[in-house]
Nanobody
Framework: QVQLMESGGGLVQAGGSLSVSCEAS????????MAWFRQAPGKEREFVAR????????SVAPSVKGRFTISRDNAKNTLYLQMNSLKPEDTAVYYC????????????????WGQGTQVTVSS
C-alpha cells in the first residue's frame, strides 16, 4: 500500500495563492496516475485535478480551470497543486490520491489516499 502525506494547507484571503504538496512513500509511484480531490463540510468528495504518470497529461475540474495547476516530480515522489485566485468556495480538506495507470476523475478509481490538508479561504 502506498502511503501519502499532504502538506501546505492553511488560511489565505480570497484572491490569494497557496500550494499544497503530497509526498509518497515509495518509488513505484512513478507508474501511477495521481490526483487531488477535495471535500467541503456537508458535501461529497469532488475531483479537482489529475496527472498521468509521465506528467504530460493533466485535467482539472471546470470550477478550478485557469486557477489551479497540478504537477509532479517523480524523482522526489511528490505531487503538487498550485492554487491561485482562491475563492471562499475553495475551502475544503484537500486529499491526494494514487490510482492506476489509466485512472480518470472518479474517486472510486483511486486506491490510496492521504489524510488530507485543510485549505481555508476567507472572504
Amino acid at each position: 500500500q502506498v502511503q501519502l502525506m499532504e502538506s501546505g494547507g492553511g488560511l489565505v484571503q480570497a484572491g490569494g495563492s497557496l500550494s499544497v504538496s503530497c509526498e509518497a512513500s515509495e518509488r513505484a509511484l512513478i507508474h501511477y496516475t495521481m490526483a487531488w480531490f477535495r471535500q467541503a463540510p456537508g458535501k461529497e468528495r469532488e475531483f479537482v485535478a489529475r496527472i498521468n504518470w509521465r506528467g504530460d497529461i493533466t485535467s482539472v475540474a471546470p470550477s478550478v480551470k485557469g486557477r489551479f495547476t497540478i504537477s509532479r516530480d517523480n524523482a522526489k515522489n511528490t505531487l503538487y497543486l498550485q492554487m491561485n485566485s482562491l475563492k471562499p468556495e475553495d475551502t475544503a480538506v484537500y486529499y491526494c490520491a494514487a490510482g492506476g495507470m489509466f485512472s480518470l476523475e472518479s474517486a472510486s478509481e483511486y486506491n490510496d489516499w492521504g489524510q488530507g490538508t485543510q485549505v481555508t479561504v476567507s472572504s
